[in-house]
């Protein structure tokens, strides 16, 4: 494995590489994205057709952009698209007028309280057209006539999104999730696929009991889309995470899933205070990103959401802001190691019988104690395979035994280790 400080340098320049490239809900600037990502991956890429039903909602239609732009009198751009992809409205039809400026302003957004951002603003399933820019350069406009133009298509087309398995030793599923929809907003959420995309190299590398399954899909419309596509596989998804805002220099925040007491949550608060790291847990709302899709009451999976900030809880939030200078190699190197170490306890959090459950069984004749010998914490590891045979009764799992103990997970999970294979446990 590559040291952190170069996964995260590595993860920084995927985000800088992602950065101007225009995503949707739909279109090409999705597909430019996963093509990227496929260079990391190997991505199975779906195309669901406009008009397809998928839950309550329906594929809309492909939006694409070529060019926007308002011109003044002297054919000069003072609002360019090929400058950011966030000047132009999302899912803007497309248009091409000439109009005075007190026409134009119904059309126009900006950021009275930080006049030097762009916002982001989309309109998916209104039509609509508008462009976005910073206040100060609203303000500096004359009036007169400008020319408005936006080289855009709505059109029956394709919703896309990409799937990527590391297989495990069981069937059984975890879902890591990340949105590819927004455009050139790094911490929202370029650094949560660049994340994603690191940490699946990385469980590829290894041999995970469980089967992790990364989706790279739009917001809300992508998650359920696969929802629909995949009911009948439902039930082999045992745990999940939703990555997002997984860049910034704030501290962690773990929201949990609509349970509430899901594995994963149990996981992510144990790993977060054992680490020492700052940190922040919330209780799960139905409002966010795609946690609130997997969560819903027919559906209720286990699956919660690791952010950073979370969304809308900094100032640069769905703007211009949110640049590659505002997410940092370390941040999400960071995020990178909490994800590797909630999977490590969740790939070994198994709950065992005790095979000689009568008395406390003889572990010097087996070598167990013979094991410990030399070791700076043998009083520890002693204590931990105690602990394990105390609770080896088919209810409690190694998480259990070490909240309980107060023993570090790892040494839990060395203990069972040792006793499994001198035949006292049996999983």
């Known amino acids: 494995m590559a040291p ?53 909602w329906t594929v809309p239609q492909e939006w694409n952009i070529r060019d926007a732009y308002i011109a003044d009198a002297a054919g000069h751009r003072v609002v360019d698209f090929a400058a950011s992809s966030l000047h132009v409205l999302g899912y ?19 950021l009275p309280d930080h006049p030097g951002w762009v ?34 298509t709505l059109a029956d087309g394709h919703l896309t999104y990409a799937e990527h398995v590391v297989p495990g030793q069981v069937a059984d599923e975890v879902i890591v999730s990340c949105h590819v929809c927004h455009p050139s907003l790094a911490n929202d959420n370029l650094a949560g696929i660049a994340v994603a995309t690191f940490l699946a190299r990385a469980l590829a590398g290894e041999t995970p009991y469980y089967t992790y399954r990364f989706l790279f899909a739009p917001g809300t419309i992508g998650a359920i889309t696969w929802l629909a596509r995949n009911a009948e596989r439902i039930e082999q998804v045992k745990h999940g995470l939703v990555l997002a805002c997984a860049g910034d220099r704030g501290r962690l ?19 977060l205070a054992a680490s020492e790291r700052p940190h922040h847990i919330t209780e799960f709302t139905p409002y966010g990103y795609d946690e609130r899709q997997f969560c819903s009451p027919g559906f209720d999976l286990g699956v919660g959401s690791l952010s950073r900030t979370p969304y809308a809880g900094y100032p640069e939030y769905h703007t211009s802001a949110d640049d590659p200078d505002f997410v940092t190699p370390e941040a999400m190197a960071d995020t990178l190691a909490v994800c590797r170490e909630a999977f490590s306890v969740l790939d070994r959090n198994r709950r065992y019988v005790n095979l000689s459950p009568y008395g ?22 002693q204590m931990a395979m105690l602990w394990v045979l105390s609770l080896s009764d088919g209810e409690h799992a190694l998480l259990d035994v070490a909240e309980r103990s107060g023993l570090p997970f790892d040494t839990v999970a060395a203990a069972a280790g040792a006793l499994h294979g001198a035949g006292l446990i049996k999983a």
Do not use: N
């Open 253 to 271: 925040t773990y929201k949990q899933s609509r349970r509430g007491d899901a594995e994963i949550d149990r996981v992510l608060r144990h790993v």
């Open 92 to 110: 803007s039809v497309p248009v091409s007028a000439t109009m005075p400026l007190a026409e134009l302003r119904d059309h126009l957004h900006t």
């Open 4 to 56: 952190m400080t170069s996964a995260g340098e590595e993860m920084h320049a995927l985000v800088e590489r992602l950065y101007p490239l225009c995503r949707s809900i739909t279109g090409d600037g999705v597909r430019a994205t996963l093509e990227i990502v496929g260079e990391y991956l190997p991505l199975e890429v779906h195309e669901v057709p406009t008009g397809t039903q998928v839950l309550d």
């Open 360 to 381: 406390e069984p003889q572990l010097g004749r087996r070598g167990l104690y013979d094991s410990l010998g030399g070791r700076s914490d043998a009083k520890q590891a």
């Open 119 to 152: 916002p982001y603003r989309t309109s998916y399933y209104e039509p609509e057209w508008g462009f976005c820019l910073s206040q100060e350069t609203l303000d500096a406009l004359p009036d007169g006539d400008y020319e408005v133009r936006i080289d855009s």
